[in-house]
């Protein structure tokens, strides 16, 4: 990621020999910086010092294993679709108020992305200490470590969603100096912004749930989200003629939806009875 940010404006705007790419130059920040750093992954995981060692030989190829990621995987790659298609969707219905209301919101929408990957750092920890102890049958452990996580991530998200409907013009200055696209953006953040705790309990226990290796009722969560923001901002911007501020409430209800059914998510997880699928597959390889 660090890569990333430094390599993107050199091949954005050039730099010395390097010619300008323009927003080709972000495509391949993007390719390189990862792709390299995948190779760098791969070769320490190869190396003596990696506590896993990953091989190539004697490796025989099981579709349980590979069903036990696929449930998990596709789920979270369906729920990642979701997030962006939501941006998509609420720019165009935002489109409707005009030119400055759209640019405002895609604005004020930006630092939604920024709260994923903080999200993403602490849902590493929360997948891997969830599933470790869900596991190890240690239930009560991996309830008690989702909910820590969710307070977490929420806390880290709340302190920048107030910080911003507190002080707007921090993260509104970086892209636009009109001051009608300006006054969009800030009622975005000031209604939105109070509610980024909520958005960030979602996304923790998403993390959580994918730990449990029951992820399909969290990404519901978020076609949920999508259906009452784009559909409640649809109404109050063509049925109830609610303006803009009727528009960032219906994206501020659908956070609320998010964090509640995400919350049902991990409430209604059922500990395996009996012996679970872990201690079967374990039970399988060892005949």
């Known amino acids: ?12 705007f050039g730099w010395g020999p390097m010619p ?50 696929l449930k998990v995987g596709v789920p979270g790659l369906i729920n990642t679709a979701i997030t962006n298609i939501s ?13 400055a209301t759209a640019i405002g919101y895609a604005m004020g929408a930006r630092l939604e992305y920024i709260l994923i990957p903080i999200a993403l750092g602490f849902g590493t920890a929360i997948v891997a200490m969830v599933g470790t102890n869900w596991g190890a049958r240690q239930y009560r452990r991996a309830r008690a470590i989702a909910w820590a996580g969710a ?12 910080v911003v409907a507190l002080f707007p013009q921090l993260w509104m200055g970086l892209f636009s100096d009109n001051d009608e696209i300006v006054r969009f953006g800030t009622e975005y953040l000031r209604i939105t912004g109070p509610i980024y705790g909520l958005y960030g309990v979602g996304l923790a226990l998403f993390f959580a749930t994918q730990g449990f290796g029951s992820v399909v009722l969290a990404v519901t969560a978020n076609a949920a989200r999508l259906l009452v923001s784009a559909g409640g901002a649809l109404a109050a911007v063509t ?49």
């Open 1 to 12: 990621m660090f890569g990333h940010i430094l390599i993107s404006p050199l091949l954005i």
């Open 20 to 69: 300008a790419l323009g927003p080709a130059g972000a495509g391949w920040g993007l390719v390189t910086s990862f792709g390299v750093g995948s190779l760098v992954l791969l070769a320490y995981l190869r190396s003596a010092h990696s506590l896993v060692k990953l091989k190539f030989r004697s490796v025989a190829l099981r579709w349980e294993l590979f069903a036990d990621i």
């Open 87 to 99: 941006v998509v969707i609420l720019t165009g219905i935002a489109g409707n108020l005009g030119r």
């Open 151 to 162: 307070a977490t991530v929420a806390t880290a998200c709340a302190a920048i969603g107030l």
């Open 239 to 287: 049925w109830f003629d609610l303006g803009a501020t009727g528009f960032f409430v219906a994206i501020a209800l659908g956070f609320c939806v998010y964090a509640a059914m995400t919350a049902y998510a991990v409430i209604s997880v059922q500990e395996p009875r009996g012996e679970d699928a872990a201690t079967q597959r374990l039970a399988s390889l060892k005949s």
